[in-house]
């Protein structure tokens, strides 16, 4: 009877011993993903700053109206080409 009790325990022992190898291992592979997660999110904040910074530039108005002069052949209106429309 003593033999079951202490073989039962080694068992218990062991059983427990490995769901915590593997709970670690578990763990170890949670960590490498929110590690790879984490700098996967630093790149796309990096990028995103990079693209709002490249909108700025695109966006200034001299630049779009460099582009409305050159691509477009775009003008501001002479003074007598100007006329206002009164109600």
Do not use: Y
């Not at 003593?2 to 062991?14: D, E």
């Not at 763990?27 to 910074?53: C, P």
Request: aromatic share 4%; charged share 30%; proline share 1%.
């Amino acid at each position: 009877m003593r033999g079951l009790l202490v073989a039962a325990l080694v068992l218990a022992n062991v059983a427990s011993a490995l769901l915590i190898v593997r709970d670690r291992h578990e763990h170890r592979q949670a960590f490498i993903a929110l590690t790879r997660l984490e700098k996967a999110r630093d790149d796309l904040n990096i990028e995103f700053g990079r693209l709002q910074l490249e909108q700025a530039t695109w966006a200034e108005s001299n630049r779009v109206d460099q582009v409305a002069r050159a691509q477009l052949g775009m003008a501001f209106p002479r003074t007598e080409d100007v006329v206002v429309v009164r109600r």
